[in-house]
């Protein structure tokens, strides 16, 4: 049940997140869902792979590149779906930022047991 809840806020933050920045478009609540979904795939399978080939440059920035990965798998999702569209690369690191800070301010609402 809060995997769902989970998914649901997830898919809320993208949402609103989509309306809140100008170069971040969805075309509605379905493709939100659908976005967190693949977002969640993304980040299970692609994340890892990127992380580990390029981990010099992730120690030789002290993580920051990971934000950069993080652009990467939201562009990759952009193209992925067709109702969701990230204008850049800029774009899609604030987008980054803002939705980690969003989903967890809204995850930390769901009791844990």
Known sequence: MKLILKWLL????VFLLANFLSGVTVDGYTTALIVSVILAV?????????????LPITILTLGLFL???????????SNLISGFHVNGI????IFSI????LESILHSLIKED
């Not at 997830?10 to 933050?13: F, S």
Request: charged share 5%; no cysteine; aromatic share 8%.
């Open 67 to 77: 934000l950069v990965i993080n652009a990467i798998i939201i562009l990759l999702a």
């Open 42 to 54: 993304l980040n299970l399978f692609v994340k890892p792979i990127l992380v580990i080939f390029t």
């Open 90 to 93: 800029w774009t899609a690191i």
């Open 10 to 13: 997830t898919a809320a933050a």
């Open 98 to 101: 803002l939705l980690s800070i």
